[in-house]
């Protein structure tokens, strides 16, 4: 099973952008589907984005198409989410998770390994 290690957070201005990283052990990359998620401090965590175990298919929430972008780099066991044009209302814990089981790419209980989370501060 893999272990995704989140890296990349910090404080970014409104209209700045970061990128993250998440870096996934283990030698069944490929066999994951990975995706984005985020909680804001007493809130639910949200889906932001997830990437098919080919890096074709991608999947985006609302609130962040067109802004945000999910690519994997198999080579390198690696997924990012650049993320452009920040806003405030983006400010939370980003989270990377891995998915081998069949589910539903926007529900977070259906992924199956979890990082640490990384913190996303964005400043108006």
């Known amino acids: 099973q893999v272990q995704p290690v989140e890296s990349g957070g910090g404080l970014v201005q409104a209209g700045g952008s970061l990128r993250l990283s998440c870096a996934a052990s283990g030698r069944t990359f490929t066999s994951y589907a990975m995706g984005w998620f985020r909680q804001a401090p007493g809130k639910e965590r949200d889906f932001v984005a997830a990437l098919r175990r080919s890096g074709v298919s991608a999947y985006y929430a609302d609130s962040v198409k067109g802004r945000f972008t999910i690519s994997r780099d198999n080579t390198k066991n690696t997924v990012y989410l650049q993320m452009n044009s920040l806003k405030p209302e983006d400010t939370a814990v980003y989270y990377c998770?891995?998915?081998?089981?069949?589910?539903?790419?926007?529900?977070?209980?259906?992924?199956?390994?979890w990082g640490q989370g990384t913190q996303v501060t964005v400043s108006s």
């Open positions: 998770a891995a998915r081998y089981r069949i589910g539903n790419v926007y529900n977070h209980n259906d992924y199956d390994a």
